[in-house]
């Protein structure tokens, strides 16, 4: 398998990150000219997010997110590229953790089910321990 094929599932959950920070500054933009808010109105911590419905905060929220778990995923596929080992496997479960984010991210920005949300969000980082545990393991073990 060649080593470069691991960011393909890099690059594509950059790019989920990409469009949930277009959709939050979208959907805050027409929050904030629809309430004819002055930029000052917003100028101590948390009033948008206090003053802003869940259609306007949870793009913020999920877009918070996706600085938390994927950080671990980048750090690991960099590792797996840097040491020459991406297989099938590490490909596969990076693209598990890509496509249970993009559904985590869809949820949480529109309809926001909570329980549908938590267990998107575990698949996808279960993929991320998967990962890690896997190249934990024969790194330890070589």
């Known amino acids: 398998m060649r080593q470069d094929a ?8 950059m790019f989920l990150t990409f469009l949930v920070w277009v959709y939050m500054y979208i959907r805050r933009i027409s929050f904030i000219t629809t309430r004819k808010l002055k930029p000052q109105d917003l100028a101590v911590p948390n009033t948008l997010a206090q003053i802003s419905p869940p ?3 949870n793009p913020s929220d999920n877009l918070k997110n996706l600085f938390e778990i994927p950080v671990l995923f980048y750090a690991l596929l960099l590792y797996l590229f840097i040491t020459q080992q991406v297989d099938t496997v590490y490909v596969n479960a990076a693209w598990i953790f890509v496509l249970f984010r993009v ?3 869809v949820v949480h920005c529109t309809f926001n ?3 549908l949300r ?3 969000y575990l698949l996808a980082t279960l993929a991320v321990w ?7 393991f024969i790194h330890f073990s070589m």
């Open 113 to 115: 089910l909570v329980i």
């Open 6 to 13: 691991i960011f393909s599932p890099f690059f594509a959950s």
């Open 55 to 57: 259609s306007v905060f």
């Open 103 to 105: 559904l985590h991210s």
């Open 130 to 136: 998967f990962i890690a545990f896997r190249a934990a």
């Open 118 to 120: 938590f267990y998107l």
